[in-house]
């Protein structure tokens, strides 16, 4: 049974940075792909970077390019996002996912979410000062 539980969220001024995290039990981290994804309020959510399986090309956001970093620790079965420079337009919740399909990656490239009838909590970034 896939599971993912994210956790590292918080309040941070704009500037500042936080690390997310998203561990995976279920599966092992080469077999699927992982992607993150936001939703501030009022919107839809939006993918924000992923991780492919195999040997992990990872994907970002324009919005995101050159500030937030995608990794996976495959010995942890976590899968992190560094976010740097953080924006107050970063604020959102921020959740994980993970699919063995190319459906996950496919939207990602495209900035969408896929549409799973069930996500996690999510973990609540805000940036203000």
């Known amino acids: 049974q896939l599971q993912l539980v994210e956790s590292g969220g918080g309040l941070v001024q704009p500037g500042g940075s936080l690390r997310l995290s998203c561990l995976v039990s279920?599966?092992?981290?080469?077999?699927?792909?992982i992607g993150w994804f936001r939703q501030a309020p009022g919107k839809e959510r939006e993918a924000i970077s992923c991780?492919?399986?195999?040997?992990?090309?990872?994907h970002y956001a324009d919005s995101v390019k050159g500030r937030f970093t995608i990794s996976r620790d495959n010995a942890k079965n976590t899968v992190f996002l560094q976010m740097n420079s953080l924006k107050p337009e970063d604020t959102g919740i921020y959740y994980c996912?993970?699919?063995?399909?190319?459906?996950?990656?496919?939207?990602?490239?495209?900035?969408?979410?896929?549409?799973?009838?069930?996500w996690g909590q999510g973990t609540q970034v805000t940036v203000s000062s």
């Open positions: 991780i492919s399986s195999g040997n992990g090309v990872t």
């Open positions: 996912a993970a699919d063995y399909r190319a459906l996950l990656i496919r939207l990602c490239i495209l900035g969408r979410a896929p549409p799973y009838d069930s």
């Open positions: 279920g599966f092992t981290l080469e077999q699927v792909a």
